[in-house]
């Protein structure tokens, strides 16, 4: 049981539509989808600014950056100045964390957190149904779960 460590985040709507936007669009029902959440913020609750969907490779069961696409994003986050806190992706079907994706999240710092929506977006993500939660601490993945999920995310309308 995660102790709920990870800072509260503050999702615009038009944030959420958007990435909800990108899983359809990119994904068709049928591909996995990569998006990312970036904050200039910092402290406990951190305002999200904008979501990033790169380049990406994907198949029904992965997705791939490759290091040029990395560097691009690496770059328009020094334009921007705000940095990347979430990370989404979908899968599917059922929502977990493979050892491909604790391996290759895109940032591996403490409070980093990346979730994972079922079955390629198809219930959207407002409350985040059924979707894995989980945040990088000291190394490897915790879970978020209960309370600590239910408390996570404040949708704006
Ligand atoms: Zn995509
Ligand atoms: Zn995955």
Redesign the pocket.
Known sequence: MSAGRASRLVVPANVRRETERHFRECGKGSR?CLTFWTSSGTGERLRIARVIHPPHASTAV??DLTGADVCALNMDLIAHGDRVVVQL?T?PGRA???Q??DELALVQTNGFLSI?VPRFAGAGILGLPECYVAEFRNGSWDAIEGDALESLIQWEA
């Open positions: 996995e992965t997705t992706h899968h977990f964390h493979s491909r994706d994972v």
